[in-house]
């Protein structure tokens, strides 16, 4: 039963994509997960005082490759965010763990990630990026290697400062906000500009049913186009993105 649906598994995903970009589709996904991690910030704010877990699925085209939790908690002074995805293509499967720590105003303390690719041979890749910030100044481990960047301007490692704005304007439909996010995943030497505009109430299908939701455009510099449905206390139950004639699309499911 194994083989049977691991050969079905890739005559799926042949279909999908072309098996000589399987490892491109894979890190347009890392992508999309990188991009959407950001969005863990609208499950909780100061106001809200939301924490807890969120489950979701990951589809592709239609077919599920992969899911996605996000674990949210308040622990003294900081906000604490685990969020982990799992992502089956072709032979290897692939798990993006991110953990990231910000004052309760949202200033970052620290962020770590963890990439690890397994083959169906059990060849295991692994990268540990991590991240420590002080005002401005950011000290970057990523294996052996230890770097030092620092930037002109203030900037933030996820969206809750914008999520807080936006639940105090009680999310009012033209909204827009636009900060400096700093993803090292992406480019550690670079501050993303992060846009987001709340498009208005939308009727949309989560899981089976009808729900009005509140729609926004999320932009991260050149990078990535993300709509986003989420309710008014700010907890997000779909994100859909498009690259390449393919559309991922992470929907809650717990």
């Not at 936006?166 to 992406?186: A, D, Q, R, V």
Request: net charge neutral; with cysteine.
């Amino acid at each position: 039963m194994r083989g049977a649906y691991q050969i079905l598994r890739r005559k799926i995903f042949s279909k999908i994509i072309p098996v000589n970009t399987m490892k491109k589709f894979r890190d347009i996904l890392i992508l999309f997960f990188l991009s959407v991690l950001l969005f863990s910030g609208q499950l909780f704010s100061a106001e809200s005082g939301i924490e807890g877990t969120w489950q979701y699925s990951l589809t592709v085209n239609g077919t599920r490759v992969g899911s996605s939790y996000v674990d949210v908690k308040k622990n003294n002074a900081e906000y604490l965010t685990s969020t982990e995805m799992t992502i089956s293509i072709g032979r290897a499967v692939t798990i993006v763990k991110y953990f990231h720590r910000e004052t309760l105003d949202f200033k970052p303390v620290k962020s770590t990630s963890i990439t690890t690719v397994v083959t169906d041979d059990n060849i295991v890749q692994r990268e540990v990026i991590t991240a420590d910030f002080s005002e401005r100044k950011v000290t970057l481990t990523d294996g052996n290697d230890k770097m030092s960047y620092e930037f002109e301007e203030d900037f933030y490692i996820s969206e809750n400062i914008v999520t807080s704005i936006f639940i105090k304007n009680k999310m009012k439909t033209g909204l827009k906000e636009k900060i400096k996010y700093y993803s090292p995943e992406l480019d550690p030497a670079v501050l993303f500009d992060l846009e987001e505009e709340i498009i208005g109430k939308e009727t949309v299908e989560i899981a089976g049913t009808k729900m009005e939701l509140i729609h926004s455009i999320e932009k991260i510099g050149n990078v990535s186009t993300i709509h986003n449905y989420f309710d008014l206390s700010g907890v997000l139950y779909k994100c859909v993105f498009q690259m390449m004639n393919n559309e991922y699309i992470l929907e809650k499911i717990k």
